[in-house]
C-alpha cells in the first residue's frame, strides 16, 4: 500500500477509535461544547424559521446556515446521551435541522434538503410534522421522484385533512397532490385536488394561496383545450399577484399566459411574454421557474417547427435543469435535443442523447416520457439500420404511451416513425 495512503488509512481508524473510548457523557459534552462554541463564532442560536417557511420564500438567509447541518449533528449527539434529552438542546436541533433543509433547498441540494425535512419530522407533532413532511416532498418531487413525493404528501395530509381544519396547509398538500398528477399528465385527477384546494381557500380566506392554485388550474385548462379558461385563470392570477406586489407568482401567471397564447396561435405576443417572464424569473433570481419556463418556451418553438430557436432554447435550458437538479425535465430537454438531431440527419448523436433521457427517466419513474423517448431510440436505430432493434423499442414505447393513456403522444409517434421509414425507404411498424 502506498505510504501516504497507509498513513491516512491508520490516522482515520485511531481517530474513530479515540472517539470510541470516550465514555458516552464525555462524548456529549465535548460536542455540546463544539456546538456552542461555533454558534458564538455565528453571533449566538439563530431564530427559528416559520410555520411556513422552506414552502415560501419569506426565509432571511444568515451565515450560520452554511454550518446548520454540521450544529444539528452536534446537537443531537449532545441531546442523545442526556436522558431524558434536555428541551433546550432538542429546540436547537429542531432549529438547524430546519434551517439547514432550507439552506440545501435553495442550492438545489434536494436529497439532502429532504433528508434533513425528514429527521425534523420525526421530532415533531401535528402541524410543524405536517409541514416537514411537505416540505421533504417537494423536495423529492424537485428531484423528479414523483411516486415517493406523492407518499410524503400524503403522510403530511393525513395529519391535517380534518372537516374543520383552516390551515394553509392543507390546500398545501392538496396542491401538492395536483402538481404531481399534473405532472405525470393525469389532468382528470390533479384537477379535483386544484378544485377542494381552492374551495378551502376560498373559505378560510388565503388569498395567496388561492391565486397560486389558479395558476396551477389554468395550467390544467391548457393541457385540455380549455384556453379560454386557462388565459382567464392566468390573467386573473396577474392581477392579483400584482395587487400584492408578489413579483415572483406575478411572473408564473405571465409565463402561463405566454404558453395560452402560443397555443391560440398568437405567436409575436407569445414570444413576448415568454421573454418577459424569463426576465422577471432572473430578477427574482428564480432559477427552477426561469429554467421551467424556458423549457415551455422551448416545445413552443419546436410545436411550431422553428427548429434553430428551439435547438437555441434546449441548449439553453440544459445546464439550467442540472443546476437546479430537476431531473424529470433535464431527460425531457435531452429528448428534445435528440428530435432536434434527427433533424440534422445525426441518428447517432440523437441516439446517445436519447439513451441518456431514457434513463433518467427510469430512475426517476416517467413512464410518459419513458415511452417517448423509446420512439425516438427506434427512429434513430430506422436510420442506422438496425431495424429489428429499431422496432422492438419503438412498439415497447408506443404501448407504454398508450398504457399511460396519452392519446396524442401516440399519434405524434407514430407520425414521426412513418416519415422516418420513409426517408429510410423501409415500410412503417404498424
Not at 270 to 290: I, N, T
Request: hydrophobic residues 45%; negative net charge.
Amino acid at each position: 500500500m502506498h505510504a501516504e495512503f497507509a498513513y491516512l488509512f491508520r490516522h482515520a481508524l485511531l481517530r474513530d477509535a479515540a472517539y470510541e473510548l470516550q465514555l458516552p457523557a464525555a462524548r456529549a459534552a465535548l460536542h455540546l461544547n463544539v456546538l456552542e462554541i461555533v454558534e458564538g463564532l455565528y453571533g449566538g442560536l439563530p431564530p427559528e424559521p416559520g410555520a411556513s417557511t422552506g414552502i415560501s420564500a419569506n426565509f432571511e438567509t444568515l451565515p450560520i446556515d452554511e454550518v446548520a447541518a454540521e450544529l444539528a449533528d452536534h446537537a443531537q449527539s449532545a441531546a442523545g446521551a442526556a436522558s431524558p434529552a434536555a428541551p433546550e438542546l432538542l429546540q436547537r436541533l429542531r432549529i438547524y435541522l430546519k434551517r439547514a433543509a432550507i439552506h440545501a433547498g435553495r442550492a438545489f441540494q434536494n436529497r439532502q434538503s429532504a433528508r434533513l425535512w425528514l429527521r425534523a419530522a420525526e421530532m415533531q407533532e401535528g402541524e410543524a410534522r405536517a409541514h416537514a413532511l411537505l416540505s421533504a416532498a417537494r423536495m423529492v418531487g424537485s428531484a423528479g421522484h414523483a411516486s415517493e413525493a406523492e407518499a410524503l404528501t400524503r403522510a403530511a395530509l393525513e395529519t391535517v385533512d380534518i372537516p374543520d381544519c383552516s390551515s394553509v396547509l392543507l390546500p398545501d398538500c392538496l396542491e401538492q397532490l395536483g402538481h404531481l398528477r399534473s405532472t405525470a399528465e393525469q389532468m382528470d385527477e390533479a384537477e379535483p385536488h386544484y378544485l377542494r384546494g381552492l374551495e378551502l381557500c376560498q373559505r378560510h380566506n388565503h388569498a395567496r394561496k388561492a391565486t397560486s392554485l389558479r395558476i396551477r388550474l389554468a395550467h390544467v385548462c391548457l393541457r385540455t383545450g380549455r384556453l379560454d379558461d386557462s388565459h382567464a385563470l392566468y390573467t386573473q392570477a396577474m392581477h392579483e399577484s400584482r395587487e400584492r406586489s408578489d413579483a415572483a407568482t406575478e411572473a408564473l401567471s405571465v409565463a402561463g399566459l405566454a404558453s395560452v397564447t402560443a397555443a391560440q396561435g398568437r405567436h409575436a405576443e407569445a414570444d413576448e411574454l415568454f421573454e418577459k417572464a424569463l426576465a422577471m424569473h432572473r430578477q427574482q433570481g428564480d432559477r427552477r421557474s426561469e429554467s421551467v419556463t424556458l423549457g415551455n418556451m422551448a416545445s413552443y418553438l419546436w410545436r411550431t417547427k422553428q427548429w434553430q430557436r428551439a435547438e437555441d432554447a434546449m441548449r439553453r435550458v440544459l445546464p439550467l435543469h442540472r443546476e437546479v437538479g430537476n431531473r424529470r425535465f433535464e431527460a425531457k430537454a435531452l429528448g428534445g435535443l435528440a428530435s432536434y438531431a434527427l433533424l440534422q440527419n445525426q441518428p447517432g448523436q440523437a441516439l446517445a442523447m436519447a439513451q441518456e433521457a431514457l434513463k433518467i427517466d427510469r430512475e426517476v419513474g416517467n413512464p410518459v416520457e419513458e415511452g417517448l423517448h423509446l420512439c425516438t431510440i427506434g427512429r434513430c436505430l430506422v436510420l442506422l439500420g438496425r431495424l429489428e432493434e429499431a422496432e422492438t423499442s419503438w412498439r415497447t414505447g408506443v404501448a407504454l404511451l398508450r398504457q399511460q393513456k396519452v392519446a396524442e403522444w401516440v399519434e405524434y409517434s407514430i407520425s414521426f416513425m412513418r416519415e422516418v421509414c420513409a426517408k429510410a425507404g423501409v415500410p412503417p411498424f404498424e
